[in-house]
């Protein structure tokens, strides 16, 4: 079956988070913009973001402490030019954010911005919006995109893969996307100038994790793909606490309430995190995660506890509110109860490779925010840095793509189901699904081995290939889509991780176990040979 539904616009940015809402706010002026988002407009790890945005705003506070303490906690692989613009240009983003209407919480009493302090960070610079900054950022940028007249939505449509010319015997650049109407199920083929991806992050690919069900990592797939290049993705962040109950499913408990003197403890009390850094519970979140991967593993347990019932609980339900209803609406009271915890799969610092102005290696795709890897992070990224730097890539490249020119073949051949038809078998998907996120989390998780990483790339290489054979004999559905995509990155996590011989950042093998200075580079990985599955 032929889908003939071709559409065009002058920029198409797909996923409606922070770094897309915000790019598209930035080009509407200068022409059509489509915006293409696989669930609802809002539904995005922005929502759900907690903690907040890291910026240098006080008094005591500078441009080059944060500088300093984004390398510290980067581990040698940032890159340093990117992160002096990130940081300086961030203070000019706030306050824009601020124009557009987002609503931070400001000191009792007073107009200025109350800084929160998070894990790594020597200064208080965190604004927030008390614990629900993600939602109230998505909410603002989602209405002002939304009174843009010159701005489409379309929602539940997902971006299958990116419309290339190099299949046209052209140099390779890009010129849309393919698009899964997942309400008819019709495919588009959505021509555009310039192709944005903002699709965030890739935690689905692990069994526990903080992402929301949409994390399944499909900008990072479609762009390797289509031939841009990847970069780090070993380097995958395990949040410490992530709430343990049977019925939470992917609640955060933030880092900020072991900024305001919450702390970490087993279950009979005691302060492990005390001998392990000198920031004790404070500690950078990769070190706390593993000091806690290794206590869970040492005596069986479950999780820890956060315990914040010393603090003044007037101030902790007033600064945590959200954080306090959900765990109350568990039965756990934090002002007199320890919340218990364990560490999950959080953020995603590798991702398509972009320079300092978004635009990736492939012509006319740029990118900003979590499916990035622009060199602010290196091996490991700062609490709140993200946020941070999807503003800043969003709107560098929103700048240059203004000028930007198209590329197109003459005669663009639509999307071609060929003899697909209905799947029966359902269940190759779920079986895979489960299996793939299991063997990533016990063999390229938190601590890693030589041993487990080879047992893991025979694991990913069968599901592949059932993949590929599934792919092209039944009709695509979202969940097929996002299982080929999420198999594709655990891919390109194990043959990175493969490629590391040391240990350095978030990448901590135990066959290595020592940082060595001739991988202090960062691991590319492009795809050269025509399409992948
Ligand atoms: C629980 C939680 C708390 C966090 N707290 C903080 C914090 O306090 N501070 C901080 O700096 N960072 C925080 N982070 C990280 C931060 O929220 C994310 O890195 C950031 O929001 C990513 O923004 P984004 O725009 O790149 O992607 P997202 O906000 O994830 O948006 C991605 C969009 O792409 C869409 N999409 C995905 N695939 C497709 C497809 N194939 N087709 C069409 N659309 C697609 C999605 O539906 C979504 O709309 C947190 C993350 C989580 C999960």
């Given at each position: 079956m032929?889908?003939?539904?071709?559409?065009?616009?002058?920029?198409?940015?797909?996923?409606?988070?922070?770094?897309?809402?915000?790019?598209?706010?930035?080009?509407?002026?200068?022409?059509?913009?489509?915006?293409?988002?696989?669930?609802?407009?809002?539904?995005?790890?922005?929502?759900?973001?907690?903690?907040?945005?890291?910026?240098?705003?006080?008094?005591?506070d500078?441009?080059?402490?944060?500088?300093?303490?984004?390398?510290?906690?980067?581990?040698?692989?940032?890159?340093?030019?990117?992160?002096?613009?990130?940081?300086?240009?961030?203070?000019?983003?706030?306050?824009?954010?601020?124009?557009?209407?987002?609503?931070?919480?400001?000191?009792?009493?007073?107009?200025?911005?109350?800084?929160?302090?998070?894990?790594?960070?020597?200064?208080?610079?965190?604004?927030?919006?008390?614990?629900?900054?993600?939602?109230?950022?998505?909410?603002?940028?989602l209405?002002?995109?939304?009174?843009?007249?010159?701005?489409?939505?379309?929602?539940?449509?997902?971006?299958?893969?990116?419309?290339?010319?190099?299949?046209?015997?052209?140099?390779?650049?890009?010129?849309?996307?393919?698009?899964?109407?997942?309400?008819?199920?019709?495919?588009?083929?959505?021509?555009a100038?310039?192709?944005?991806?903002?699709?965030?992050?890739?935690?689905?690919?692990?069994?526990?994790?903080?992402?929301?069900?949409?994390?399944?990592?499909?900008?990072?797939?479609?762009?390797?793909?289509a031939?841009?290049?990847?970069?780090?993705?070993?380097?995958?962040?395990?949040?410490?606490?992530?709430?343990?109950?049977?019925?939470?499913?992917?609640?955060?408990?933030?880092?900020?309430?072991?900024?305001?003197?919450?702390?970490?403890?087993?279950?009979?009390?005691?302060?492990?995190?005390?001998?392990?850094?000198?920031?004790?519970?404070?500690a950078?979140?990769?070190?706390?995660?593993?000091?806690?991967?290794?206590?869970?593993?040492?005596?069986?347990?479950?999780c820890?506890?956060?315990?914040?019932?010393?603090?003044?609980?007037?101030?902790?339900?007033?600064?945590?509110p959200?954080?306090?209803?959900?765990?109350?609406?568990?039965?756990?009271?934090?002002?007199?109860?320890?919340i218990?915890?364990?560490?999950?799969?959080?953020?995603?610092c590798?991702?398509?490779?972009?320079?300092?102005?978004?635009?990736?290696?492939?012509?006319?795709?740029?990118?900003?925010?979590?499916?990035?890897?622009?060199?602010?992070?290196?091996?490991?990224?700062?609490?709140?840095?993200?946020?941070?730097?999807?503003?800043v890539?969003?709107?560098?490249?929103?700048?240059?793509?203004?000028?930007?020119?198209?590329?197109?073949?003459?005669?663009?051949?639509?999307?071609?189901?060929?003899?697909?038809?209905?799947?029966?078998?359902?269940?190759?998907?779920?079986?895979?699904?489960?299996e793939?996120?299991?063997?990533?989390?016990?063999?390229?998780?938190?601590?890693?081995?030589?041993?487990?990483?080879?047992?893991?790339?025979?694991?990913?290489?069968?599901?592949?290939?059932?993949?590929?054979?599934?792919?092209?004999?039944?009709?695509?559905?979202?969940?097929?889509l996002?299982?080929?995509?999420?198999?594709?990155?655990?891919?390109?996590?194990?043959?990175?991780?493969?490629?590391?011989?040391?240990?350095?950042?978030?990448?901590?093998?135990?066959?290595?176990?020592?940082?060595?200075?001739?991988?202090?580079?960062?691991?590319?990985?492009?795809?050269?040979?025509?399409?992948?599955?």
């Open positions: 032929d889908s003939n539904l071709i559409q065009e616009s002058d920029f198409l940015v797909i996923g409606s988070g922070i770094a897309g809402l915000y790019y598209a706010l930035h080009v509407a002026d200068h022409g059509r913009v489509t915006i293409a988002t696989k669930l609802e407009p809002s539904e995005s790890s922005t929502k759900y973001a907690q903690g907040g945005i890291a910026t240098v705003l006080a008094q005591d500078s441009f080059e402490s944060h500088i300093e303490d984004t390398l510290q906690v980067g581990a040698g692989l940032c890159h340093e030019e990117v992160v002096r613009f990130t940081v300086e240009e961030g203070p000019r983003h706030i306050k824009r954010l601020m124009q557009l209407g987002v609503e931070f919480t400001t000191k009792p009493g007073s107009s200025s911005l109350d800084l929160g302090r998070e894990g790594g960070h020597s200064h208080r610079r965190v604004v927030h919006a008390t614990d629900l900054t993600g939602q109230e950022v998505e909410r603002a940028l209405a002002a995109v939304s009174a843009h007249p010159n701005v489409t939505i379309l929602d539940h449509h997902m971006a299958i893969d990116l419309l290339t010319t190099a299949p046209y015997g052209m140099e390779n650049a890009c010129f849309g996307a393919y698009l899964l109407d997942q309400r008819s199920g019709d495919v588009l083929t959505h021509q100038r310039v192709t944005f991806l903002a699709t965030g992050g890739a935690g689905k690919v692990y069994l526990y994790t903080s992402n929301p069900d949409l994390a399944t990592g499909d900008g990072i797939a479609m762009a390797y793909r031939g841009a290049a990847v970069a780090n993705m070993e380097f995958f962040q395990f949040h410490p606490t992530l709430l343990y109950h049977p019925h939470a499913k992917s609640f955060l408990i933030s880092e900020a309430l072991r900024g305001e003197g919450g702390v970490l403890r087993l279950r009979d009390g005691t302060e492990f995190m005390k001998g392990v850094h000198e920031m004790g519970s404070l950078p979140r990769d070190v706390v995660a593993r000091a806690i991967d290794l206590e869970l593993k040492r005596s069986g347990a479950e820890v506890h956060l315990d914040m019932t010393h603090l003044d609980s007037d101030a902790v339900v007033a600064r945590f959200n954080i306090h209803e959900m765990c109350d609406s568990l039965g756990i009271d934090m002002r007199t109860t320890p218990p915890v364990v560490p999950a799969a959080h953020y995603c590798g991702g398509v490779v972009v320079d300092p102005r978004g635009a990736s290696s492939l012509r006319n795709l740029s990118c900003a925010g979590e499916v990035t890897c622009s060199g602010l992070h290196g091996a490991c990224r700062l609490a709140s840095n993200s946020l941070l730097e999807a503003l890539f969003a709107a560098r490249a929103a700048e240059r793509d203004l000028h930007k020119e198209p590329a197109r073949p003459p005669k663009v051949r639509p999307w071609h189901s060929g003899d697909a038809v209905d799947s029966d078998e359902a269940v190759v998907v779920t079986q895979n699904w489960e793939l996120r299991r063997f990533m989390w016990n063999y390229v998780g938190i601590v890693r081995s030589d041993k487990r990483l080879d047992r893991a790339r025979r694991r990913i290489e069968l599901i592949r290939d059932e993949i590929r054979e599934y792919y092209w004999n039944f009709l695509v559905t979202g969940d097929l996002e299982l080929r995509n999420i198999a594709l990155v655990a891919h390109l996590i194990i043959e990175s991780a493969r490629r590391r011989k040391e240990s350095r950042g978030l990448h901590k093998n135990i066959d290595h176990p020592k940082s060595e200075e001739a991988y202090r580079r960062d691991t590319v990985l492009t795809h050269v040979d025509g399409p992948s599955i």
